[in-house]
C-alpha cells in the first residue's frame, strides 16, 4: 500500500471511531424490582439515587434499570402512589457491573411514613463470569499501599506483575477507561497515586471484546471527580527505611534517616464559575532516597594510576543516596453538563521524575552514574451522551505522551566528558570500586500515541445489555541512541569520539508510526438463572514498515547472488471471540465458565529494535550471531479457560474457587538465518509458546470477631521454551542447544498467598495488615563454574519468601476532620523476595567459591529492601 493510501485509511479509521462511536466501562448499573407484601410487582414507581440526578421507573413486572453510575456506594429511594416510601442504603455499585437489589414495599394504611433498609451485599458476586477483584475507595485506604501498582500486586493470579504466568507487556492499563500504555513496552505509561483512585477493577482472568491489546488481564483504575460542593483534602508523610543491627547481615550502614520518604499531597474540588462545571485539582511531592549510601570519595575527573595502584581522591567525602527519586505529579479534570443528557469532561495526568539508578559499582564515584528524566502526559476530552435512560454514546479523543532520556550531561560535547574519562577500578582496591570516569549512556525514548475511542450502549431489552465500538490508536515512537562516545586510538593516542551522525555502526534514534485499529460488538444477558457475556472482537496492526526481499543478502553486499529490495510490511487481522457464563446455584452460589481468544502486538520497542539491516554487509561465517528487529510480525495469542465456583456461606463469609489454562502461542522470539556466505544472524519472530495451569482459592470473611480477613492462594505452574524473546539467540552466542524445550518461565511461582485483616473503622482506630507468602521462583544450577557445568535450565528452585506490612489510623476530628497514620513495611526485616542467589548454592546468602564471588557477596542491593517505617498525617474539609 502506499503512503498515500495508507493515509486514507487513518482518515478514514478515524470518521468511524468518531461516528459509529470505545469507552471501556467506567460507570456501572442498578438494577432490581419492587413488590408488595403479596409480592405482587409495584408498577411506575419512581427509583432515585440520592445526591445524583439518576432515576429510573419499574415497569409492568415491577422492574427498573438505572444506568451511567459512578463506582461507590449509595442511598437508593423507591416511591409509589400509595406505598411507603423506601430508602435502600449501602448499595455498592462497580465499573461495568450490575448491582441488584430487590425492594418489599408496603402499602399506605393511614398515614405515610419512610422506611430505610440496608443493602445486603454477598460477599461474592455471583454474576461475575471470570476472576475480577473490584476495589473500593475505602478498602483502598485500609490497606498499606501507595500506589495502583501496590494495589494490583495483591490481587490472586499476580506474581511482580505477570498476570497468570505471562510475560511483562502482556496487561492492559486504563484510567477512566482509555489506555495509559506506552506503545514502547506495553507498560503502563503514568504512575497513579492511590490519593486520586475512587475504585480499582483488576480483571486477571477472561475479559470483554472492549478491551484489546491485553493478553493476560486489564487493570482499570476509575479516578476521583468534581464535586459540587467545595472540599479539600490532604496528605503527608515521612519515613526511612529501620534496621537497627543488621548492618553487618545486610552489608551496609543502618543509620536511621527519618526524611529519606517523604510525600505531600493536595487535592481541590468543587464548582466553577462557569455554569453546570465542576473541576478537581490534585499535586503530589514525592521524595525517595534508597537505603545504600556512597560516599563521594572520588570525582568523575579523578585519574588513578592502576599498575602502581596508586590512587588520589578529590571528592569532598559526602554521604549520598546511590538510588533516589524526585517526583512531581498531578491531576486536572473539569466536568460540564450544561447540555441536556450530555457529559463533558477533560483531564490531563502529568508526572515529570528525576531519578538514578542503585550501582554499587560507583558507591565512591556516584556523580559518575547517569541520571533518569522522564515527564508524562495523558490527557484528553470525554462526551458522553444519553438518548432517554437506556442508550449511551460515548466518544473519547486522548494523547499519551512519555519522553525518557538516560544521560549524564544534557550536551554529548559537555566538556566534562573529556575532563573525566570512561569508568575504572581496580580489584585491589574497594573490591573493583569506579574510582574515575563517568557513564557515556545516551538514550532516549519519546512515545507521542493519539487515541480515538467510542462505543453506543444501549439497554436493548430488560435482559440485554449490547455495546459496540470502534478503536483507533496512532502512536509516533522514537527511540534509540541520541549520540555515541567512545575512546579509539588516533595519532598514536587514545583520544575521547563523539559520533552525532547515523550510521551502520553507529544508528542514532529512529521514528516509529504504525497504526492499530480495532472494532468489537459486545452483549451482556443478564437473566434471573443465567448470565452471558459474549463478544467479538476484530483488531489490526500496520507497521507501516519495510522489510528486506532477500534474507540471505538483506545488505546487498555478497556480489553474484540476487539482490534484495525493500518489500513493504503486511497489515495484520485478527477476530477473538470471548464468551462468559454465570450459573447461580440456589441462592447463595454459582458456578462460570469462561473462554476467549486475546491478542497483542508486541511493543515497538522490541519489534523495532535493531531493524538497520546494514549491520549485516560485514557479517562472516565466524561471526557471532545476533537478533535482528522484525516489523513484520504477526500478533501474540493465549486462548484462555477458566472454571470457577463461588458460595457466600453467610452473610459475613464467602469462597471463590478457580481453575485456568492458558494456551500461549506465536510469542516473540527469534528464528535463525543463513547468508548466502554462509553467515549466519537471528532475527525476531513468532516462534516461542508456552502455557499456564493453575488454581486460586479465595476467603472473604467480613466479621470474624472484631476483624474482616481475607485470604486468596494461587497454585500455579508456568512453562514455555523460553522466559525472553531473546532468549534463544543469548544461548546460540554461547555454543548452547537453541532448539525449543519446555521450562519453567523464570517467573514461574508455584505457590503465592496474601492474607489481609483489618480491624476497626476509620471513623475511629483502624488497624491493617498484609502477609505476602510466595515459593521461590526458577534458576539454574551449576555443578562447577566454567562453560558447560550448568544443570538443566530453571531445575532449581529459590527459597521461599514471607512479607508482613501494617497500617494505622487514628481519627483525631477536630479542624480538618484530621488523621494520623502509620505504615510498616517488611515489618520483619525479610532479605530475600526471590531475588539474586549463587548459581552453585541456591542461596543468597552464600557461595562455594566465597573469593571469586566476594564483589557480589559485599553489595547490599542484591537483598530486599530493609523494614521502612512511614509517619503521616490526613485531613480534608468541605462546605
Known amino acids: 500500500m502506499t503512503r498515500r493510501s495508507h493515509i486514507k485509511l487513518t482518515l478514514i479509521a478515524a470518521l468511524i471511531a468518531v461516528a459509529l462511536p470505545a469507552h471501556a466501562g467506567t460507570r456501572g448499573r442498578i438494577s432490581g424490582f419492587a413488590l408488595d407484601d403479596l409480592d405482587l410487582p409495584v408498577v411506575f414507581a419512581t427509583v432515585l439515587v440520592l445526591e445524583t440526578d439518576l432515576v429510573a421507573h419499574t415497569d409492568e413486572q415491577g422492574r427498573f434499570m438505572i444506568h451511567d ?98 510475560r511483562h507487556g502482556e496487561v492492559q492499563f486504563q484510567v477512566d477507561g482509555m489506555s495509559v500504555n506506552n506503545a514502547y513496552d506495553n507498560r503502563s505509561s503514568v504512575s497513579v497515586d492511590r490519593s486520586l483512585l475512587r475504585e480499582v477493577q483488576v480483571i486477571s482472568g477472561t475479559f470483554d471484546a472492549e478491551y484489546g491489546q491485553a493478553m493476560s488481564g486489564v487493570v482499570n483504575a476509575v479516578l476521583k471527580s468534581g464535586t459540587e460542593d467545595f472540599r479539600w483534602n490532604g496528605e503527608a508523610f515521612t519515613g526511612g527505611f529501620v534496621f537497627p543491627g543488621r548492618a553487618e547481615l545486610r552489608r551496609t550502614e543502618d543509620t536511621v534517616r527519618p526524611t529519606s520518604i517523604q510525600n505531600f499531597h493536595l487535592g481541590l474540588s468543587g464548582p466553577t464559575r462557569l455554569p453546570d462545571t465542576v473541576f478537581l485539582l490534585s499535586s503530589r511531592r514525592y521524595v525517595f532516597d534508597d537505603f545504600v549510601w556512597g560516599e563521594r570519595r572520588f570525582n568523575t575527573t579523578d585519574a588513578a594510576d592502576f599498575p602502581t595502584l596508586t590512587f588520589d581522591p578529590t571528592g569532598d567525602g559526602q554521604e549520598v543516596a546511590m538510588g533516589y527519586n524526585r517526583e512531581w505529579s498531578g491531576v486536572a479534570k473539569l466536568t460540564n453538563t450544561t447540555m441536556e443528557h450530555t457529559r463533558l469532561n477533560y483531564q490531563a495526568l502529568v508526572g515529570s521524575t528525576r531519578s538514578r539508578r542503585n550501582d554499587y559499582g560507583f558507591r565512591l564515584n556516584p556523580d559518575g552514574l547517569a541520571t533518569q528524566r522522564r515527564f508524562s502526559i495523558a490527557h484528553g476530552f470525554d462526551v458522553s451522551h444519553h438518548f432517554g435512560g437506556s442508550t449511551f454514546l460515548d466518544v473519547s479523543a486522548r494523547q499519551n505522551y512519555m519522553k525518557y532520556e538516560e544521560k549524564a550531561y544534557d550536551d554529548i560535547f559537555d566538556s566534562r566528558y573529556d575532563a573525566a574519562s570512561y569508568p575504572d577500578g581496580d580489584l585491589g582496591y574497594e573490591d573493583g570500586a569506579y574510582v574515575q570516569g563517568v557513564e557515556f549512556t545516551r538514550y532516549i525514548q519519546e512515545s507521542d500515541t493519539r487515541l480515538f475511542k467510542a462505543s453506543l450502549a444501549s439497554q436493548v431489552a430488560q435482559v440485554h445489555a449490547v455495546k459496540i465500538g470502534a478503536e483507533l490508536s496512532l502512536p509516533e515512537v522514537r527511540f534509540g541512541n541520541s549520540g555515541y562516545l ?76 540476487p539482490e534484495s529490495h525493500s518489500v513493504p510490511t503486511t497489515v495484520k487481522h485478527r477476530v477473538s471471540p470471548r464468551l462468559g457464563l454465570a450459573f447461580p446455584i440456589g441462592d447463595n452460589a454459582a458456578l462460570h465458565a469462561s473462554y476467549g481468544h486475546f491478542t497483542q502486538f508486541p511493543g515497538l520497542g522490541q519489534i523495532f529494535s535493531n531493524v538497520d539491516y546494514r549491520r549485516l554487509e560485514q557479517l562472516q561465517a565466524s561471526d557471532q550471531v545476533f537478533a535482528m528487529g522484525n516489523p513484520d510480525i504477526r500478533p501474540e495469542v493465549t486462548i484462555q479457560y477458566e472454571v470457577g465456583f463461588k458460595k457466600a456461606v453467610d452473610l459475613d463469609f464467602g469462597l471463590e474457587v478457580t481453575t485456568f489454562y492458558k494456551d500461549i502461542r506465536d510469542l516473540l522470539g527469534v528464528e535463525f538465518l543463513e547468508l548466502y556466505n554462509g553467515a549466519e544472524y537471528s532475527r525476531l519472530t513468532n516462534t516461542d509458546f508456552g502455557n499456564v495451569f493453575g488454581v486460586t482459592v479465595a476467603l472473604d470473611h467480613r466479621r470474624l470477631g472484631p ?173
Not at 540 to 554: C, G, K
Not at 828 to 842: I, K, L, P, S, Y
Open 69 to 166: 453510575v459512578q463506582p461507590g456506594i449509595y442511598a437508593v429511594r423507591i416511591s409509589g402512589a400509595g406505598y411507603d416510601t423506601v430508602t435502600m442504603t449501602g448499595v455498592k455499585v462497580s465499573a461495568d457491573q450490575t448491582a441488584k437489589i430487590e425492594f418489599k414495599m408496603r402499602e399506605i394504611a393511614y398515614q405515610m411514613e419512610d422506611v430505610v433498609v440496608s443493602a445486603i451485599r454477598p460477599p461474592v458476586d455471583l454474576g461475575l463470569t471470570s476472576s475480577q477483584a473490584n476495589l473500593s475507595i475505602e478498602e483502598i485506604e485500609s490497606l498499606p499501599v501507595q500506589d495502583l501498582n501496590d494495589v494490583v500486586n495483591l490481587q490472586a493470579g499476580v506474581v511482580d506483575g505477570h498476570f497468570r504466568g505471562g
Open 486 to 561: 567512545y575512546y579509539s586510538l588516533l595519532g598514536g593516542a587514545e583520544q575521547l569520539v563523539r559520533s552525532v551522525d547515523d550510521s551502520a555502526d553507529f544508528p542514532l534514534a529512529a521514528t516509529f508510526e504504525p497504526v492499530t485499529m480495532a472494532a468489537y460488538v459486545q452483549d451482556t444477558a443478564e437473566f434471573d438463572d443465567l448470565t452471558i457475556r459474549g463478544g467479538l472482537r476484530f483488531e489490526s496492526f500496520d507497521a507501516r514498515s519495510s522489510v528486506p526481499s532477500d534474507l540471505a543478502n538483506p545488505a546487498n553486499s555478497i556480489a553474484g547472488v
Open 707 to 879: 476483624f474482616n480477613v481475607g485470604l486468596d492462594y494461587t497454585w500455579q505452574q508456568a512453562t514455555g521454551n523460553s522466559s525472553d524473546p531473546l532468549e534463544t539467540a543469548v544461548r546460540a552466542a554461547a555454543d548452547e542447544d537453541p532448539r525449543p524445550r519446555l521450562v519453567p518461565f523464570s517467573w514461574d511461582q508455584r505457590h503465592t498467598l496474601n492474607l489481609t485483616a483489618t480491624y476497626g473503622s476509620t471513623e475511629s482506630l483502624l488497624l491493617s495488615s498484609v502477609l505476602r507468602y510466595q515459593s521461590g521462583q526458577p534458576y539454574t544450577p551449576v555443578i562447577e563454574r566454567g562453560h558447560g557445568n550448568g544443570l538443566e535450565v530453571n531445575s532449581g528452585r529459590k527459597p521461599a519468601s514471607l512479607v508482613v506490612d501494617l497500617r494505622g489510623e487514628r481519627h483525631l476530628g477536630g479542624p480538618g476532620d484530621a488523621s494520623f497514620f502509620f505504615r510498616v513495611f517488611n515489618l520483619t526485616d525479610a532479605r530475600f523476595v526471590n531475588g539474586h542467589v549463587f548459581a552453585d548454592t541456591g542461596s543468597p546468602y552464600y557461595s562455594r567459591f566465597p573469593e571469586a564471588d566476594r564483589i557480589t557477596l559485599d553489595n547490599p542491593t542484591r537483598y530486599y529492601a530493609p523494614r521502612r517505617i512511614e509517619l503521616g498525617v490526613r485531613f480534608g474539609g468541605g462546605r
